[in-house]
């Protein structure tokens, strides 16, 4: 699976739009994108995920470049309960295939 | 709740001793995956079953490790002659098989504390 980059942390007022950047620039055709997040001392939480297009569900939007190399991440009106690390992965769409987990973004919402 | 579900929660042990998780997936869910999560650090990958049958073991999976899926329901991970390295967050997750970009669903784990 293609490497991901995200920065270490980011800071966001609540209420405010957070928006997550995520660089996978040896992504392949055949991979998805992945966001989940992770709230201290709980499991991973499936956020949303993405081929080309761009989408939208209850949670976030997921805007990805035309050339596949970048995304962001967007949860349109932070709130403090959003603080939490945020992975961003890439997975190959065939068969079955784990996720790969680097560091993630640790997002923190102040009020 | 019909999420993916863990126990116990919290497991404090000796070092020496065997301890043993399960986790119940959701319910039609076929594939089911343990991760090992230290702190600091994203969730790596240890084992995956599809229906009963485990299909793929990480190299994380010493031979002091056993998963199984005796079902296809419910899966148990045991670890014999537990080491202070083994301390960490087990986490379980599970996903609907077909199509192949089905996310995964994760339960809250296991914190294992090796004394």
């Known amino acids: 699976d293609a490497k991901t980059t995200q920065p270490p942390s980011m800071d966001c007022a609540e209420g405010r739009a957070a928006n997550l950047p995520c660089n996978h620039s040896?992504?392949?055709?055949?991979?998805?994108v992945y966001w989940y997040r992770q709230i201290h001392s709980q499991g991973p939480q499936y956020i949303i995920h993405?081929?080309?297009n761009n989408e939208t569900n209850e949670m976030a939007s997921l805007i990805i470049t035309e050339d596949r190399k970048s995304s962001t991440l967007i949860l349109p009106h932070a709130t403090l309960r959003d603080t939490a690390v945020y992975y961003c992965?890439?997975?190959?769409?065939?068969?079955?295939?784990?996720?790969?987990f680097g560091k993630g973004t640790m997002l923190l919402v102040s009020p | 709740d019909t999420g993916v579900s863990q126990n116990p929660r919290h497991k404090i042990t000796k070092r020496g001793q065997n301890v043993t998780f399960r986790c119940d997936p959701i319910?039609?869910?076929?594939?089911l995956y343990w991760y090992r999560q230290t702190l600091g650090q994203g969730p790596e990958f240890l084992t995956y079953?599809?229906?009963?049958?485990?299909?793929?073991k990480s190299r994380l999976l010493s031979d002091r490790f056993s998963a199984e899926r005796p079902k296809g329901s419910f899966s148990t991970l045991e670890i014999q002659r537990t080491e202070q390295g083994d301390s960490a967050m087990y986490l379980c997750?599970?996903?609907?098989?077909?199509?192949?970009?089905?996310?995964?669903?994760f339960g809250d784990g296991t914190r294992l504390s090796i004394l």
């Open positions: 079953f599809q229906n009963e049958a485990q299909l793929e």
């Open positions: 319910s039609e869910h076929n594939r």
């Open positions: 997750a599970s996903s609907l098989a077909g199509d192949s970009n089905q996310p995964q669903h």
């Open positions: 040896t992504i392949s055709g055949n991979e998805y």
């Open positions: 992965i890439v997975r190959v769409a065939k068969g079955y295939s784990t996720l790969t």
């Open positions: 993405g081929l080309k």
